[in-house]
């Protein structure tokens, strides 16, 4: 997995000519899980809602207890932490938060009640967001929506998730849900991966490796609408000053 989620970073850094920091760490979620509930306690503490703390409070020492030499996932999440304990925020010019596949497949529920609810999708958006503010100032901010993904109904048939429903939403609930977030901020953008990547399930398999990650040619076109949001971003904000 992590082969793969490089190859577009180096694309990214290489279409823009800058320094990318991965902070992605696989199989996680944006909302904080119930761990006695959820199908992996270890990595559930590296979802957006631990990350976005642990960058907040620069305190990584919960993380490292739960280390386990040997396991790949792992040791990726982990150094990704130290990593993180390197960055200077203040030097940041852009966050990308790529977050809505697992918490859909996991069922997390998209909002609550209580707008800043850390166990829901949104809620775990707004605190993130609020966080990464303070914390890295002079930074902008993309949401990268939910992307399209195919699964196999009771009868082997493919069933996408436009139509499955793992008990919070569709992904075109997940997607609407983001965009409304990065709406209520400034400075924050949104990437509609479902609507400007156009796959879909006549055509899902040449963009796609599997049923919810990108192949190379996948990569290649996330990639160019990522550069291409940022080069407008930045055409906007000259023509501003």
Same mark, same amino acid.
């Given at each position: ?30 909302? !904080? ?19 976005? !703390? ?34 200077d925020c203040e030097k940041i010019d852009y966050v990308v938060i790529s977050y809505g596949l697992n ?30 503010? !303070?914390?890295?100032?002079?930074? !902008? ?17 493919p069933i996408d998730g436009y139509e499955k429903d793992w008990g919070g939403g569709t992904i075109e ?34 963009y796609m490796r599997d049923a919810m990650h990108f192949s190379v040619k996948g990569q290649e076109m ?20």
């Amino acid at each position: 997995a992590s082969e793969h989620i490089n190859t577009y970073i180096k694309m990214i850094s290489k279409m823009l000519d800058v320094n990318v920091y991965n902070c992605a760490v696989g199989g996680t979620t944006a909302a !904080k899980a119930n761990t006695d509930n959820h199908f992996d306690g270890v990595l559930d503490l590296f979802c957006l809602y631990n990350l976005s !703390k642990a960058l907040e409070t620069q305190d990584h020492n919960v993380f490292f207890d739960f280390y386990v030499e040997g396991n790949t996932l792992e040791r990726n999440a982990m150094e990704t932490m130290q990593m993180m304990g390197s960055i200077d925020c203040e030097k940041i010019d852009y966050v990308v938060i790529s977050y809505g596949l697992n918490d859909y497949v996991g069922g997390f529920s998209i909002e609550s009640e209580d707008p800043y609810d850390e166990e829901t999708y949104t809620g775990a958006l707004r605190c993130a967001v609020e966080r990464i503010i !303070k914390q890295c100032p002079n930074a !902008k901010i993309i949401f990268s929506s939910i992307t399209y993904c195919v699964f196999e109904d009771e009868q082997g048939n493919p069933i996408d998730g436009y139509e499955k429903d793992w008990g919070g939403g569709t992904i075109e609930q997940y997607r609407d849900a983001m965009g409304l977030v990065a709406n209520e901020y400034e400075n924050v953008y949104f990437m509609d991966n479902l609507k400007d990547m156009d796959i879909h399930e006549e055509n899902f398999s040449e963009y796609m490796r599997d049923a919810m990650h990108f192949s190379v040619k996948g990569q290649e076109m996330y990639a160019q609408n990522l550069t291409t949001l940022i080069e407008q971003i930045e055409r906007d904000s000259m023509a501003d000053e």
